[in-house]
């Protein structure tokens, strides 16, 4: 099967190719994970939500083992020096002149270097907090309503680096003007502090920058477990590989492809190259991009003195004060940024790796270079150009208004943050799967609410068939565990699911294509749904219709939709989204709370007094308990399954109730009692527990587990929606009665009168409706019609006055 699976391949764009592993059944695969040094942000998730879908294809549907490495990048000298420095100067006794000077001149530094238009040539006053406003808006009027700089084409990263410096100002400014510099400048006060002290850092105490990267390490790995992003099964961390990273660039000097310039050591490209080599396999159009060459090289870009050609890359560098260090043969310095995944990665997975990832902002220069340094380290003459990576998997990544999300250009939300407000960890991966993985992502309203739409009808899905498979399984002591009888005829269903698995099948071999993949499932369900409700058939196959769940189920389990299902994903629906893993699961705390509304129904039916067999035999005979016992002798630990005894007994007692209510001889107040317990026990007892009771005529309640929270709202939003009916039926009363009130004041008055205080007229016939103006002109005929059809209406109001309040017939 792994033969005929085909992949994107960045070194081979175009049309997926086949993948085929070098070793049968087995994948090597380096990823490439993060610089940490702040929180992880949506564009993280991307990424490595994505990479995780993938590897569970691998894994849990084509049965590969994957051993799967992926590093941590822990040395990021900048943010933690600065960091330190923002913290030293914090401690210092600045009186408040001292502190706004201080301010004031990060201010101009900042805007100097990254807004200059900020302080145009032709305007001799000096920028201040109280004149960047003015100043901002007229040079940046384009970028701050969504434009370009130049006012032509579309924003990119250029205009969302711009919004980002501009914000730093905003709130640079704002903490100038209230006096309270370190609440709101920080960012602009990073770097200036930098300039000014970096190099009275004493950098020989490594805490200062492994402090912050631990901490930061430890969030990610908090993130990717809310995310349900498999840990992977090697972590490396550059640290950890400092004396591998200094051999291997001795290595490369070594074989000629690399040389030593004033104690930093540079990669060669023209050596590579004429030793028969390919430099940037995988952007040879940004082989000469000087721009991304020096983003790539970072901070080190600004001091690479002594390189042979323009586009030589740092292997190792000669660390300046304020830096890391470390020993080695050209002294003291610090390994460059590409070299740190090239030794990782060899050193795990050795001179050749099934696949390398990562986002595809790394393509150029980073994974071109990895990938030409590891192959010079391999290079043999006399067996042509290595292969390091057979298979490059780019992720796209997620953007906001045309700029990808990143942390250097601030237009992030983190995870963390996402998670608490926006979205569970199972509706984002579906926002995710619903889009190729190497395709660029812009969340979008309608993807959301696709998104939505999908889980909810999986969800309600569940719901539903789990609540069948345990009416059908009344008579026993649980859940039924039903499966297709062999030899029977396929059914219509059948047929659809085996045409789904290879619906399913196609598009996972065809480049793990997750948006068909979610609408072949969809497709199936909906069929099932169908299937479940045909009035046209008196009773579904319930076996072919557990089939089809438990099917849907373990491919859902496969995309990591459960936080709580683990392989072989042989269960029966998923976990309620949110709910975080369940382990050691202790069954009898589990099920305490049903147990207590059990014991607290029984006592109520009891306290009832009634004299019915029907209720009695179910008091005396029901018992939970035992079952329940059962359960968790043969190692159930499923908490629905460990409750349903309970559930189901309540209901019991529930549905009997309601049947002799409305057929037995019983008094009015125990009807009534009846009614409320019914009610309660339906909207309350059990709906606080997230059961939901769906009556059925003639036939038990359908119990079905659903999330708490969920019937809470819905009865909320119930109440208040029965709140609201009857306050508009309130208002309404209120308002026809006030209409009545002023109708029966206006009727009052006797027709005779009702003109006679209106100064406009001067005279009036025998009836009191006007025959002329004040000024002596008689009004004309279609006035007096008018008048006259007014006085008329008031006739007939003053006269059912008079019947109702007395005074007429």
């Not at 808006?137 to 309503?145: E, G, H, N, P, T």
């Not at 990562?358 to 067996?383: R, T, V, W, Y």
């Not at 309350?684 to 119990?703: F, M």
Request: hydrophobic share 35%.
């Amino acid at each position: 099967m792994a033969s005929i699976i085909t992949v994107h391949n960045s070194l081979k764009p175009g049309a997926p190719v086949p993948f085929v592993p070098k070793e049968e059944g087995n994948v090597s695969w380096y990823a490439c994970g993060p610089t940490v040094y702040d929180i992880s942000h949506l564009g993280h998730a991307r990424n490595y939500v994505s990479t995780d879908i993938i590897r569970r294809i691998m894994m849990h549907y084509f049965g590969f083992k994957v051993n799967f490495v992926m590093n941590i990048t822990d040395i990021d000298d900048k943010a933690a020096r600065r960091k330190r420095l923002l913290d030293l100067e914090k401690e210092k006794p600045y009186n408040p002149e001292q502190s706004h000077n201080l301010g004031v001149e990060a201010f101009l530094a900042y805007a100097k270097t990254n807004l200059p238009l900020l302080q145009p040539v032709d305007n001799p006053a000096a920028l201040d907090e109280n004149n960047y406003k003015e100043r901002r808006d007229a040079a940046y009027s384009r970028v701050l309503i969504g434009g370009t700089l130049s006012g032509e084409g579309k924003p990119s990263d250029a205009e969302a680096k711009l919004k980002m410096h501009i914000a730093n100002m905003d709130m640079a400014a704002q903490s100038l003007k209230n006096g309270k510099l370190f609440e709101g400048a920080g960012e602009i006060l990073l770097p200036y502090l930098d300039s000014l002290y970096k190099e009275t850092i004493d950098t020989s105490d490594r805490t200062i920058f492994t402090d912050l990267t631990q901490h930061m390490e430890r969030a990610f790995t908090d993130d990717m477990d809310a995310l349900n992003v498999l840990q992977p099964d090697s972590t490396t961390r550059v640290t950890e590989y400092l004396p591998q990273i200094v051999t291997f660039v001795e290595r490369i000097v070594e074989k000629g492809f690399a040389y030593e310039a004033n104690g930093s050591v540079y990669f060669d490209i023209a050596a590579f190259e004429k030793a028969g080599n390919t430099y940037a396999r995988l952007r040879p159009e940004s082989k000469n991009d000087k721009a991304l060459q020096e983003e790539g090289e970072g901070s080190l870009s600004k001091s690479l003195d002594g390189k042979r050609g323009s586009g030589d890359f740092a292997l190792w560098k000669k660390s300046k004060p304020g830096e890391p260090y470390w020993a080695s043969l050209w002294g003291d310095g610090r390994p460059g940024w590409h070299i740190e995944c090239s030794v990782m990665a060899s050193e795990k997975l050795g001179e050749q790796m099934d696949i390398h990832s990562g986002g595809i902002d790394l393509a150029f220069p980073h994974h071109d270079n990895e990938m030409a340094q590891s192959e010079a380290f391999f290079h043999q003459c006399d067996k042509g150009e290595h292969v390091w990576v057979k298979y490059f998997l780019h992720m796209g990544h997620l953007s906001i208004a045309g700029s990808k999300m990143s942390k250097s250009l601030k237009n992030f939300q983190t995870i963390q943050d996402a998670l608490a407000t926006t979205y569970t960890a199972r509706n984002m991966r579906i926002v995710f799967l619903m889009s190729h993985w190497n395709d660029e992502v812009e969340i979008s309203p309608d993807m959301r609410k696709q998104a939505e739409s999908w889980e909810i009808t999986l969800d309600n899905f569940f719901t539903n068939i789990k609540a069948r498979l345990v009416e059908a399984g009344a008579a026993t002591s649980g859940m039924m565990t039903l499966s297709l009888t062999k030899g029977k005829p396929a059914s219509e269903l059948t047929t659809k699911l085996e045409q789904t698995k290879k619906d399913l099948d196609a598009a996972f071999m065809s480049s793990f294509d997750t948006p068909s993949a979610m609408q072949v499932i969809l497709r199936l369900v909906r069929d099932a749904n169908i299937y479940m409700n045909d009035r046209s058939q008196p009773d579904p196959d319930l076996q072919t219709v557990e089939v089809v769940t438990r099917w849907v189920t373990k491919i859902v389990g496969i995309l990591g939709l459960d936080a709580n299902a683990r392989p072989p994903y042989d269960g029966l629906g998923w976990s309620p989204a949110g709910l975080t893993a369940i382990t050691n699961v202790d069954p009898k705390a589990a099920v305490h709370s049903y147990a207590v509304v059990f014991s607290s129904v029984k006592e109520e039916v009891q306290g009832l007094n009634l004299s019915e067999p029907s209720v009695l035999a179910l008091l005396d005979q029901q018992s939970p308990e035992a079952e329940f016992a059962e359960l968790e002798k043969s190692g159930e630990r499923d908490p629905e399954k460990l409750a349903l005894p309970y559930v189901r007994a309540v209901s019991r007692l529930r549905d009997e109730l309601r049947s002799i209510v409305l057929s037995a001889s019983l008094e009015t107040k125990t009807k009534q009692a009846i009614f409320r317990l019914s009610d309660r026990i339906r909207d309350y007892d059990l709906a606080d527990l997230g059961v939901q009771l769906d009556d059925q005529p003639g036939k038990p309640s359908l119990l079905k587990f659903v999330p708490a929270a969920k019937l809470i709202a819905a009865r909320e939003e119930k109440a208040a929606l029965a709140a609201e009916k009857a306050n508009q039926k309130m208002e309404a009363q209120k308002a026809k009665e006030k209409a009545e009130e002023e109708k029966w004041g206006r009727a009052k008055l006797a027709p005779q009168e009702m003109f006679k205080g209106d100064k406009q007229y001067q005279e009036w016939d025998v009836d009191g409706v006007p025959v002329k103006t004040v000024d002596g002109s008689e009004l004309s005929k279609s006035q007096l019609k008018k008048l006259r059809k007014e006085w008329e209406k008031q006739k007939k109001l003053h006269e059912e006055y008079l019947v109702k309040f007395g005074g007429g017939t």
